[in-house]
């Protein structure tokens, strides 16, 4: 157990150190989706399916994320693990999109998550590519 301990220790220190070494705008994009993202479905989890969809990706491709770390290091392939919980939940909210009352705190919030969803996986889906391919 004290192995994998360390090699999260690890693994979390080079995620700290590939994140820093991004562009600013990156960081702050990052501290975007967190808020939205992260705490947003926390939040309506109590009272809406859709932020506890959201959540569980949420959380599900935080994990995966850090399990791709331990095991590949911190690249252009981190983005992978949001392809692959966030798609099916973004798919979740353009289903839901007529039912939802987007004058409400909560139908706000959800165009917000659903943007920051999409604008997200596109840069993913490049990033993936580009790994792919070399770039």
């Known amino acids: 157990m004290s192995g994998f301990m360390e090699a999260l220790a690890e693994a979390s220190a080079a995620q700290d150190a590939y994140i820093a070494a991004l562009p600013a705008w990156v960081q702050y994009w990052m501290y975007w989706m967190l808020a939205v993202l992260g705490l947003g479905s926390l939040v309506f989890s109590f009272f809406r399916s859709e932020a506890r969809w959201l959540l569980l990706g949420f959380v599900l491709s935080g994990v995966a994320a850090m399990g791709l770390g331990m095991t590949i290091g911190w690249n252009k392939l981190w983005g ?56």
Do not use: C, N, Q
Request: hydrophobic fraction near 60%; aromatic fraction near 16%; avoid cysteine.
């Open 80 to 135: 992978v693990t949001h392809l692959v919980f966030w798609t099916p939940v973004a798919l979740l909210f353009i289903r839901r999109w007529s039912r939802i009352d987007k004058r409400s705190v909560y139908g706000v919030w959800f165009v917000l998550a659903l943007a920051t969803m999409i604008v997200s996986l596109v840069f993913d889906a490049k990033d993936a590519v580009e790994y792919v391919m070399g770039v």
